[in-house]
């Protein structure tokens, strides 16, 4: 078989983009191959959705326990502050007790010492592109992580033998309702794309919630979709609980009150493996302390004594830790060494007045390394070099029930920025590309 040339190779991927794109008005960076993670890390991310998922059950017991009164009752207040209470009395609802996310998407930035997990997202885009990419480079002879229809068949996976799978995107998400349309067109007639206007749901149905739980008063169809779930009519996910949509999760995984239960619900080498590779978090509760108290780590007894820290110290990420329509994408994230002390400042105190009812989290910021990619340039028919920075993607479906529930790897996406970016996401000027080993 002859050898395509990278332009050959690049201009076959171009050609393969559907005709009504993958992206509303968005376009990207076309590399001739795949990104290469190597052997180790590849298979570090092949395993890593068994540990991601024994979080998100632990969470769920952490946060029932909470509720019930056995303990932690702090957590509650933390997790349901600023929520509607009718949102609240969802989750905590008992048919939706032990249902957790069956898509789980980790945002992981590869860095010198390894990789950080910088946040979970439980209602991820990119399902369908990451197939497109899978089954594109894969045709082309590359060896996708997942194969070349691992994120098809993943998804497929969720929704059982459901009669028929809506997947309702919200105009929120709207942007992503390219790659959901061509993803159920590849799925075949049981899957509909369907807005929020539809109600048209029979028992035996699957939907996929493509809409953020912020977003309630834009999605009609969401009041009719919860009942049924609730009645067990339809089969719905990921499920509506706001618990799973917080970056303060990360926060109470290194609350040092909660060790003995992350220890006993993950097991020692989950519990090990988790706190190495997601980044010290606190959450930013303005609440003072006591006058001889101070933050673990941060040798600061107030939080506003953040304003004073010098650049060098700031090196941080600020973010809304959810329900807000800043908790997705890089809206809301701030990096504290790339901002002057004027702008710091008003952030800081920004995340504190906000405390009542949209909480933030503090992180340490773990710089991306530079990993090398290239792009080939179709005006100029050139292929250029490109010194990046990477945040890469798995994508984990959990299929069956309770606890013989598994999670498998359907394929795993790299976003590669110019390495002058400081927060990495998708971007016109960025590499969007799938993983082999």
């Known amino acids: ?46 395993s890593l959705g068994r540990v991601l998922l024994q979080f998100y059950r632990a969470v769920n017991q952490l946060y029932r326990r909470s509720v019930e009164g056995r303990g932690w009752g702090w957590v509650t207040d933390i997790l349901d502050r600023g929520k509607p209470p009718e949102l609240v009395a969802l989750q905590r609802d008992q048919a939706f007790r032990n249902e957790l996310p069956r898509v789980i998407r980790p945002d992981i930035l590869l860095t010198e010492g390894g990789y950080a997990i910088s946040e979970l997202d439980s209602v991820p885009g990119g399902v369908g592109l990451t197939q497109w990419l899978n089954q594109t480079y894969g045709l082309l002879g590359d060896a996708v992580l997942g194969g070349v229809n691992g994120m098809r068949d993943g998804f497929a996976s969720i929704h059982g033998d459901a009669t ?5 995107v919200s105009e929120e998400s709207g942007s992503y309702r390219p790659e959901m349309v061509w993803l159920a067109a590849q799925l075949g007639d049981r899957f509909r794309v369907r807005d929020t206007r539809y109600l048209d749901f029979a028992p035996g149905d699957s939907i996929y919630r493509f809409f953020e739980l912020f977003d309630l008063a834009q999605v009609p169809s969401s009041s009719r979709i919860f009942e049924l779930a609730a009645r067990k009519q339809v089969r719905l996910t990921p499920p509506p609980k706001m618990i799973f949509e917080e970056k303060s999760l990360f926060g109470l995984l290194w609350n040092r009150n909660l060790k003995d239960f992350w220890r006993q619900e993950l097991g020692e080498a989950f519990f090990a493996r988790l706190l190495k590779v997601v980044p010290r978090t606190w959450i ?22 953040l304003k004073g820290l010098s650049q060098r110290d700031r090196s941080l990420i600020l973010k809304i830790s959810g329900y807000s329509e800043l908790a997705w994408g890089a809206r809301g994230v701030h990096l504290g060494s790339d901002m002057s002390v004027a702008d710091w400042s008003t952030v800081v105190d ?18 991306p390394r530079l990993v090398k990619t290239e ?12 010194a990046a920075r990477a945040r890469i993607c798995p994508y984990y479906f959990v299929s069956g029930e309770g606890d013989s529930a598994r999670p498998k790897c359907g394929g795993v996406l790299a976003t590669l920025c110019p390495a002058d970016k400081k927060i990495i996401h998708g971007m016109t000027d960025a590499v969007l590309a799938p993983c082999i080993a």
């Open 284 to 305: 930013l509760d303005p609440e003072p302390l006591p006058p001889h108290a101070a933050y673990p780590e941060m040798d600061l007894t107030d939080w506003s004594q």
């Open 1 to 46: 078989m002859d050898v395509l040339t990278p332009a050959a190779r690049a201009r076959q991927v171009r050609d393969s983009l559907p005709p009504d794109g993958l992206f509303s008005g968005h376009e990207w960076r076309i590399s001739p191959h795949p990104f290469a993670l190597g052997a180790e890390l590849a298979g570090e991310f092949e």
């Open 375 to 386: 792009w080939y340039d179709f005006a100029t028919d050139t292929l250029h070099p490109m």
């Open 164 to 168: 028929t799978v809506h997947l309702v």
């Open 350 to 367: 920004q995340a504190l007045a906000s405390w009542p009812h949209s909480p933030y989290v503090l992180q340490r910021y773990h710089k």
